[in-house]
């Protein structure tokens, strides 16, 4: 007896997942930086921390902001294409079906069988069938504005208060070194968190997430030091 094949694909979860993963990856390397940079260059645990509270509220607004404006320009070019593609379906209905037709063909189906399939899925719901073969727009890849900056703001306020916290619970003579330690491993949760959840490498992720972090959080403190040191 046969089993039934079943699988699980998580490609569904990669709108929120991406706006997640920046969301909370941005507030820990940005907060982390700045609260680091402004140590460096000799500032108090009380200036660290408004700098660092100042750093997360605009951050999360920067980040709202961002996604918000570019996943509409997204969201409105996918509109723009499928207004064209109704007209040209409703005023050049051959000449769109043997396009289908022969996206089919590319794809290694035979002619027959290419305008088969072509009349089939053009019979049921021709938008559809165009925007998700020649478009290449499919639901769970659509642009969702709303969705990804609410997601991307609540992720990098939770990633920010990480370096927050660490601040208020550090030692102030320990506070560079324990903000860059706790920092680097909570990027490095974060990395295999979002790896697994997306069914990836989670080494890989892990691996890159953190090197990226490092390198961010060195580079500012590097240039705290120097505009410390001069001023």
Do not use: C
């Not at 069938?129 to 969702?144: C, K, P, Q, Y």
């Not at 491993?185 to 069914?199: E, H, P, Q, R, T």
């Amino acid at each position: 007896m046969s089993r039934l094949h079943s699988e699980h694909h998580l490609i569904s979860r990669i709108g929120w997942l991406r706006a997640a993963v920046l969301g909370a990856n941005d507030g820990i390397v940005s907060t982390a930086s700045l609260i680091m940079g402004v140590a460096t260059a000799s500032a108090g645990p009380s200036q660290i921390l408004v700098a660092g509270v100042a750093g997360l509220v605009a951050g999360a607004m920067s980040m709202a902001a961002g996604e918000y404006v570019s996943v509409s320009s997204q969201a409105d070019t996918e509109e723009a294409d499928l207004a064209r593609e109704r007209m040209e379906l409703e005023t050049q209905p051959e000449a769109e079906f043997e396009e289908l037709t022969q996206i089919y063909v590319k794809r290694g189906l035979t002619q027959d069988l290419a305008t088969q399939v072509a009349t089939q899925l053009t019979g049921g719901d021709a938008l559809d069938a165009h925007s998700r073969d020649e478009l290449g727009i499919v639901d769970h890849m659509a642009a969702r504005p709303v969705e990804a900056a609410l997601t991307s703001a609540a992720t990098f306020a939770v990633g920010a208060a990480l370096p927050l916290l660490t601040v208020v619970l550090s030692p102030a003579s320990m506070l560079i070194y324990t903000v860059a330690t706790a920092s680097l491993a909570f990027l490095a949760l974060l990395g295999a968190i979002g790896a697994k959840v997306g069914g990836a490498n989670v080494w890989r992720a892990t691996t890159r997430v953190t090197f990226w972090g490092a390198f961010a959080m060195a580079l500012t403190a590097g240039i705290g030091a120097l505009v410390g040191t001069a001023v």
